[in-house]
């Protein structure tokens, strides 16, 4: 065979294989419950805030399972970067409050995303719901609120997200309304 005929078949399984990687990766939808060990506490077990202080594995013990997976998960998006109403970078939250409000949840339950293309946002904790690759992996970002800037580790990353703005999350953790915090649960009409 020669090489210019060689090089064409090697592109075409190469090509061949891709598509095949691509149209059996399914995206899965995932919970918060999921990034996090099964021994370790949800929120509500625990009482809000759930901080990671409070946990024997300050809450860095991540779900590696979930690794390189196409997954869906809905949370509150707090901007990190962002230009006006265009966010270039957020934290997914679990709840309303998280990290500026309140003590900043466990690093697994925090994911830092990156959307694929410029999200307009209209508020801070948004309901969205991202869907893209997960990958573990402790991050640092600066999230720049009120009162100074807060440096919050994240235990997940999705970058070239695709983002969607929901209704409702449907594993969200509702503050007590004895919180000075519970106005956050409240509809905008």
Not at 50 to 75: C, F, H, I, W, Y
Not at 92 to 104: I, K, N, R
């Amino acid at each position: 065979m020669s090489s210019p005929l060689k090089l064409t078949a090697a592109l075409a399984a190469v090509l061949i294989s891709i598509a095949a990687g691509s149209a059996s990766a399914e995206t899965s939808r995932i919970f918060w419950k999921d990034l996090r060990p099964a021994t370790q506490p949800a929120a509500e077990s625990v009482g809000l805030p759930m901080v990671a202080a409070k946990m024997p594995d300050r809450g860095e013990t991540l779900s590696l399972n979930l690794r390189d997976k196409a997954v869906q998960l809905a949370g509150y998006a707090l901007p990190l970067d962002r230009d006006g109403d265009l966010v270039y970078q957020f934290l997914l939250v679990p709840w309303t409050g998280a990290c500026s409000h309140m003590p900043t949840p466990p690093p697994n339950q925090i994911v830092l995303v990156t959307p694929a293309r410029p999200y307009r946002m209209s508020q801070a904790y948004q309901p969205v719901s991202v869907t893209g690759a997960l990958e573990p992996g402790m991050e640092k970002s600066q999230l720049f609120i009120l009162d100074g800037v807060s440096v919050i580790q994240s235990g997940y990353t999705v970058r070239k997200a695709e983002v969607a703005n929901v209704d409702l999350v449907p594993d969200t953790i509702t503050l007590p309304a004895n919180l000075p915090w519970s106005f956050l649960n409240k509809k905008n009409n």
